[in-house]
C-alpha cells in the first residue's frame, strides 16, 4: 500500500441520498436499492487496499457541488496525501481493478478519468503538485458537459488515462437498464430484489419495460 495516495469517497449518506435518487415508488425498497448500492462500493474500495477518507454532507464545506468538493480535496492534500483518486456511489459497475489502474497510473505520472454514458464521471484523479482549486471549482460540475471539460482541464497538466465508459444510477430508469445489460451476479441480486420488492408481478423484468417504468417512476439528478 502506498501512504502517497488515497481514495476520496465523496458522497452523501443513504439517507440523504433518499431525497435526490429516487428508483422507485416505496420509500422503503427505495432506501434498501440505495443502502445495497453503498455496500457495494464501499466493499469495492476496501478491497483496493488504498487508503479511504469518507467524505459525507454533515462534512461537506462550501456553496455548490464544486466547491465542497475542492473544499475537501484540500483538506486531504493538508494531511499529507499526495495522490486522490476521487470517486462517488452513482457507478454501481465501479471495479477494484479501476481503482489500481488509477493507482498505478498515478506512479507514473499520469492522471485517470472515467466517464459515464450521461456526460459525468465515477472516477478521476488529482495530485497535489498540479492542483488548482480555483479553476476546479469553475468547471461544470453536475452538467452533462463535465466530462470533457475535467478531461480537458487534467489534459493541461499531464498525460490522461481514460477508463472504460460506464453507466451510473440515478433514477430508475438507469436502473432497469442496467439490469438489462448486466452480465454478472450482482445485475442478478439486483432482478431479485426488484422481484421481492413487488412480489405479484409476474412478469419478465427486460421484455416489460413498460410496466416498470409505471411503478418506478423517474427522477434525474446530476451524477458527480
Request: net charge neutral; aromatic share 10%.
Amino acid at each position: 500500500m502506498n501512504n502517497d495516495n488515497c481514495i476520496l469517497y465523496f458522497t452523501l449518506t443513504p439517507e440523504s441520498e433518499m431525497d435526490r435518487k429516487r428508483l422507485s415508488y416505496s420509500r422503503k425498497a427505495n432506501y434498501r436499492l440505495i443502502h445495497r448500492m453503498y455496500a457495494h462500493t464501499k466493499d469495492v474500495i476496501s478491497a483496493s487496499n488504498i487508503d479511504i477518507i469518507e467524505v459525507n454532507e454533515s462534512e461537506q464545506r462550501g456553496i455548490g457541488f464544486g466547491t465542497r468538493l475542492g473544499h475537501a480535496v484540500e483538506q486531504v492534500f493538508a494531511q499529507g496525501y499526495k495522490n486522490i483518486i476521487v470517486i462517488g456511489n452513482d457507478c454501481i459497475d465501479l471495479r477494484r481493478e479501476d481503482l489500481l489502474m488509477a493507482q498505478a497510473q498515478l506512479e507514473i505520472g499520469h492522471h485517470t478519468i472515467g466517464k459515464t454514458k450521461n456526460g459525468g464521471v465515477y472516477l478521476f484523479t488529482l495530485s497535489k503538485d498540479t492542483f488548482h482549486v480555483d479553476s476546479f471549482c469553475g468547471l461544470s460540475w453536475c452538467q452533462s458537459t463535465l466530462g470533457s471539460e475535467l478531461y480537458q482541464w487534467l489534459s493541461n497538466t499531464t498525460e490522461v488515462y481514460s477508463l472504460n465508459v460506464k453507466s451510473d444510477i440515478n433514477t430508475s430508469e438507469n436502473l432497469i437498464t442496467w439490469i438489462a445489460s448486466a452480465r454478472h451476479h450482482l445485475g442478478l441480486y439486483f432482478q431479485n430484489l426488484i422481484s421481492y420488492i413487488y412480489p405479484t408481478t409476474h412478469v419478465d423484468l427486460i421484455s416489460n419495460w413498460a410496466y416498470y417504468s409505471k411503478i418506478l417512476p423517474l427522477r434525474a439528478p446530476p451524477s458527480i
